[in-house]
Every structure is written in structure tokens, then in C-alpha cells.
């Protein structure tokens, strides 16, 4: 995003609408969380139950900061070196400073003490909901630039996330992209200037085809409301569907830019037997079926006035 580009949504928007990176925690579906092991509750009990909580022994500590230690970075291109925020930091780095330190930072047990027993565990990893569904669970504070494959051997190694499916893994960019959920509406149009719409990774998407998919949906509702319509968006039985209701129901505190996955998809109505492979067939066909109902109504010369 050039800097004239930046400047103008910045005078538009404020300071707070548009962030410039994106520290990402990997995100698991709740269903391959092993929850006799992971227990939902929140820090001194206090509020909502809001996190689901991995406890480590120092025998499991001990070894997953080895594993840390031990891990494959992916080190980007000179263009990309990002200046870690000390806020932020990816948690190979905060490890790289001391044994302790993930025990004092993101791991800390203080007030997550053994819900059956009252004892302290030596660390705990939390996972907070990412979705308003709750389908889809961050694990808050491990933003990293590890290698794909060792966040899966390492992050693995979390009592509670043995069988982990990861929705999306952890990374680190530089990045522009406005907070959507704080600053545009469900379509991304500016609120004062609907007719001024957001596309692609600036509203917080991320990848070429969510990007292009976006872009569609901005052209799509542009004309709509030149023709006096009401914008409109595909049902979140489809990817573009749940990929715009994240984008509108994300924390607005912690959003983070999102590509298409499987835990933006509303639960399928019956369970389906035969594992993840014919359940994403099962999500795919019911996808695919939506989107062609939603196109036969809402595609342009398709003639109606529904709304979104
Ligand atoms: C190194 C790297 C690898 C990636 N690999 C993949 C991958 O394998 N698969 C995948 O799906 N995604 C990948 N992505 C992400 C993907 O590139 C983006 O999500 C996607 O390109 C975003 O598309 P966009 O059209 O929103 O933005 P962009 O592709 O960034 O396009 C924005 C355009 O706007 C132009 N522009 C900026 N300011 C102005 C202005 N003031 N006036 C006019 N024009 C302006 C820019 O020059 C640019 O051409 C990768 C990203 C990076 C950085």
C-alpha cells in the first residue's frame, strides 16, 4: 500500500483503523482439541469462562522449550524483516531469552490453578475463541515465524493439542490492512461513504483467492447500490460467506487477517461419519449447492432486490 494510499484511509479512518502487521497465532478447530486434558475457564475465575486451558508439568515445560529451541525458522526476504514489537514477539524469540521467560509471558499459570485439585501447574498454554461460533481457537500469545511442519511437531507437543488440526498456522508479515470489524461494514463499505468499498488484503483477508473472491463482492455490491439495491453476501454456509462474517465478528482488539478454512463454515446439521476427508466433502457440496441458490438470486440481471 503506497504511502499516499495509507495516508488518505488514515485521515478517513484514524490511526487505529489501519494496522501495518500481522503477528499470527496458529488457530485449531475446537473439535481436535482434547478437552479431558484442556479445561475452559479464565484467569482467577473471574469473567467469562473464555479459555480453554493446556496444562504442562516441568517434564512437558521443560521439553517443549527444547523443541522451541531446537525449531526451524522461516526466515522471509530482506523486505519483510519486521521490527518485533516488544509486545508481540514470536514466541522462538521470547524462548531464545531464557528458559523461564514463556513461564513469566504467554505460559503463566498464576490464577489457572488445577480446577479438581486447587494446585498451580508449572505453565498453562490458553486457547481463546477466534469466532463468535466458537469453532475456531487461537492459541493466544504464540505468534511465530516456525516453519509449517514445526509448528505441528512443536505445538503438537502442548498436552491437549496431540491431535491439534491446525486451521491456520502462525506467521509473521508486514502487512496493511484496516480493522475491519471496528471500522467498515458488513460488506466493507466505509460507513460514512457506503458506496466507498474495500477489497482484498487490505480489509483483512489474506491469500489471492480470498483476495480476488473480495474484489468480486465489492464490484458485485458497488453496482447494487448504484442501482438503488441493498448490498448483499453469500450465506456462511459458504467460504465467502464465513470469510466476511469473521471479518465483521472478529474481536476488534485482536483481529488479525484470516484466510478461507473449514472453521468459518456454520457446523454441518449431522454428524458425518468417515473422518475429516468426507466431512470437507460433505461442507463442499452443501458450499457449493448455497452458492449456486445464492447466485441464481443475487447475480446481476438475476433481478432481485434482497437484501444482505
Ligand atoms: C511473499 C509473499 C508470498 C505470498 N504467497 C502466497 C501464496 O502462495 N498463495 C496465496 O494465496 N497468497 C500468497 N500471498 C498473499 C497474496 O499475495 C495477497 O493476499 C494478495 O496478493 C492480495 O491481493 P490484493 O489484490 O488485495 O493486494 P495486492 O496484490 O497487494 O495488490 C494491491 C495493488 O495496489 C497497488 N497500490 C498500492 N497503493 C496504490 C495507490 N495509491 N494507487 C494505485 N495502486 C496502488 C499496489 O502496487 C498493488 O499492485 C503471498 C504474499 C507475499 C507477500
Redesign the pocket.
Known sequence: ??D??SGSIRERLGTEGLAFFDAIAPIFSRESIDESVAWLGSRYGKGEAAYLNCPLDSDQYEAFVDGLLGADTHQG?DW?NVPYFEGCLPIEVMAQRGRETLRFGPMRPVGLNDPGTGLRYHAVAQLRAEDLGGRMWNLVGFQTRLRRGEQERVFRMIPGLGEAEFLRYGSI?RNSYLRFPRTLSSHGGLPALPNLVF????TGV??????IAS?LMAALNIDRMERGLDPVLPPPTTMLGGLYRYLREADPEHFQPMNANFGLLDPLEQKVRGGKRKRRAVYSDRAMAAIQRWSDEFRPGAGSAGRA
Do not use: F, I, N, V
Request: hydrophobic content about 20%; overall charge negative.
Open positions: 500500500t503506497s499516499a494510499l526476504h519483510e508479515h477489497a482484498g488484503q487490505l489474506e491469500g489471492y483467492t480470498e483476495s474484489g
